[in-house]
């Protein structure tokens, strides 16, 4: 039997909320915590600069050769492309302090995701700003 198409999305958010509902079940109890402190800000700050370096190893593959030259013949910009691109990748330190809050990321911790993320979108907009003004004014 085969589940229907449309079920697929909704098994992730219940999957989200039961992993979260468990998770704190513990922390209910005087003295005990479901996780290390210590080791719950590792995975976002791996992905932080992981999302960080990827951003212009996207954009130098993006610059030249087939990954442009794809693009292209796709009738798509590659600087419309590297900048979308690099706008996403750097929401991805915001998303991964949303997640890991669930699991006691500290707020502090958390704000420094925020910055990097915010100041990561300014400084590519900023870069990328030539692109953008094409875009709005076609």
Do not use: C
């Amino acid at each position: 039997m085969r589940l229907p198409v449309w079920i697929a999305p909704l098994l992730l958010p219940v999957a989200l909320v039961m992993a979260s509902v468990r998770l704190l079940l513990p922390r209910v109890a005087p003295g005990e915590t479901a996780f290390d402190p210590l080791w719950i800000s590792v995975p976002p700050a791996a992905l932080t600069i992981y999302a960080v370096v990827m951003v212009f190893v996207l954009e130098w593959q993006a610059r030249g050769g087939p990954v442009s030259e794809r693009l292209r013949a796709g009738g798509q910009d590659p600087q419309q492309a590297v900048a979308v691109m690099g706008a996403m990748m750097l929401l991805s330190p915001l998303s991964a302090a949303v997640i890991f809050s669930w699991f006691g990321l500290t707020v502090a911790e958390f704000a420094v995701y925020v910055a990097v993320s915010v100041g990561g979108i300014a400084f590519w907009n900023w870069r990328y700003r030539h692109v953008i003004r094409k875009a709005w004014s076609a």
